[in-house]
């Protein structure tokens, strides 16, 4: 008897008789682990916020057991670039709805060079708020350079900026920033240069962290796509660090078909040693605004106020409207910049060429009032589906939404990626869409512990209905949820079951 009770303690306290209860089991669901392999129909068993197996259940059972059969089963995807930190520190909206409801289960933000400046502060709102999908942050190098050199944003920085700018990146590193982000082709990231962001890409590089950005140029503005994969290139080999291309494309009519080139210079810097991955949304439109996409950077230039003065001065007219007619040109013409988010709602849903119609002026005269008037959000239409399918297929592209308000892309990209470029047009197989969105996306953001289905890996698992599982936002109504995803699991609780959406945040601040 008393030998009996003995060995029962024993089992009890190695585990294996608790092994034999789980506290969920999806059940018969075709399990794609994110690795690439072919998929298989298994089950998938969680205890807390681990995976504990990946296989037939056998005589395990489970507090509770979802029937997943003819659903799909995979990794919860991680989406490498978007615009949440706002959206994270809001308590209305930290639950990240629009991510969950595509089966995201982490998303990096501080893309673009532009992040919160304390990121430990950042991370500690996120924790003792609650968010409800994980979150990575990197360091904004637009957001530290003004910082450091205020009203002078446009100048080459001193040494004493240097310096300044060099401790802001080593406190962020040190609180657990996975990396720094530039937006070159912004201003005031557009005024750096390459020099500079190698120096300060080292201190990044010494805490084991990557470099993302948005390149100087992916069109003909400045130095062109190619010499902005080179420079990217150029940063990632002298400053030691693994390099990330954000939603990578070939903007506009002058670089339509470089994507060719680009696939080669990045192909030939791997073999060279230097890690280059990029990121994609699977979209034909890029989200930016009337100033960034026709406005030159120089009538950026100057400070506070400069903008309007350099927009109005007469001096300058004949060479601003030159500028920005080329610049119009180069995305396609008036008709191809759709306005989707302004303070004049009178221009919303209509493209710059029907505005100016409207008002009896140019173009290039309505996008100048526009940019006085505050600025408007807008899709620019300018890439060319054979440049989108070609990167798409390559092994380093990951998927990302770049998320922004007014762009469907938000509410749509991973739905979108599986309905229309596996299902509709077989560009990529099921189980190469799910790698492209978790472990590859894992590896380079460096993500301990996820982006497989795999016993010990932590409990971030999507279960979507393969035959309703799409987007529905649209350029017209781009908060659109999108549908099919049945359960999502993040760190093991629910977020979506049976569809709806659970009123919990189990998303974690994940620091490097
Ligand atoms: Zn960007």
């Known amino acids: 008897m008393r030998l009996r009770w003995l060995v029962a303690v024993m089992l009890l306290s190695c585990g294996i008789v608790n092994a034999q209860q789980v506290d969920l089991i999806l059940q018969g669901g075709l399990v794609v682990d994110g690795s690439g392999e072919a998929g298989r129909v298994t089950d998938v068993g969680i205890t807390g916020d681990r995976i504990v197996f990946v296989g037939p259940k056998g005589a395990r059972t489970a507090k509770r057991e979802i029937d997943a059969t003819g659903m799909v089963v995979a990794p919860g995807f991680i989406d490498p670039h978007t615009h949440t930190a706002g959206d994270l520190s809001a308590p209305a909206r930290s639950r990240n709805d629009a991510y969950l409801m595509q089966g995201v289960t982490t998303v990096a933000t501080g893309n673009d060079g532009a992040s919160p400046l304390d990121i430990g502060a ?21 957001s530290v350079r003004h910082e450091a050199m205020g009203g002078d944003f446009d100048a080459k920085p001193t040494d004493v900026q240097m310096a300044r700018m060099k401790q802001l990146v080593e406190k962020a590193m040190q609180d657990g920033a996975i990396g720094i982000s530039t937006g070159l082709y912004y201003s005031p990231g557009s005024f750096s240069t390459t020099e500079e962001v190698i120096e300060l890409t080292k201190v990044a590089a010494a805490y084991g962290g990557i470099y993302d950005t948005h390149m100087r140029d992916e069109s003909s503005y400045n130095i062109g796509l190619l010499g902005a994969v080179k420079e990217t290139i150029q940063i990632g080999r002298e400053a030691h660090i693994p390099v990330m291309i954000s939603h990578i494309k070939a903007l506009g009519a002058d670089v339509w078909g470089q994507s060719a080139d680009v696939i080669a210079l990045i192909d030939a810097a791997q073999k060279d040693g230097v890690k280059v991955t990029a990121s994609q949304y699977p979209y034909d439109a890029s989200g930016t605004s009337v100033v960034a996409a026709l406005v030159p950077r120089w009538a950026e230039a100057g400070g506070r106020g400069a903008l309007q003065r350099n ?20 995305r396609g013409g008036p008709e191809s910049l759709l306005m989707t988010a302004s303070r004049d709602k009178s221009i919303l849903g209509k493209n710059l060429a029907e505005v100016a119609k409207e008002r009896h002026e140019s173009p290039i005269d309505a996008a100048i009032q526009i940019s006085l008037n505050g600025d408007s959000d807008v899709a620019s239409f300018n890439m060319k589906e054979s440049d989108i399918v070609a990167f798409m297929k390559q092994p380093w592209v990951m ?40 472990s590859l996306t894992a590896e380079t953001l460096q993500l301990k512990d996820r982006g497989l289905l795999k016993a010990g890996y932590f409990a971030d698992v999507v279960v979507f209905d393969p035959k309703t599982f799409r987007d529905l936002s649209t350029y017209e109504q781009p908060k659109n949820l999108a549908t099919g995803v049945k359960y999502l699991a993040v760190n093991g609780t629910l977020a979506i079951d049976g569809g709806q959406l659970m009123d919990v945040k189990a998303g974690r601040a994940l620091k490097r």
């Open 122 to 142: 950042t991370y500690a709102k996120w924790t003792q708020q609650g968010i409800g999908t994980n979150a990575v942050l990197f360091i904004g190098q637009g």
């Open 311 to 330: 927009l109005t001065d007469p001096a300058l007219h004949a060479k601003l409207v030159s500028e920005m007619e080329d610049n119009m040109r180069r």
């Open 399 to 438: 998927t990302c939404s770049d998320g922004s308000d007014g762009h469907p892309r938000k509410y749509g990209t991973f739905p979108r990626k599986y309905h229309e470029y596996v299902t509709e047009k077989h560009v990529l197989t099921l189980e190469q869409m799910v790698r492209s969105s978790t």
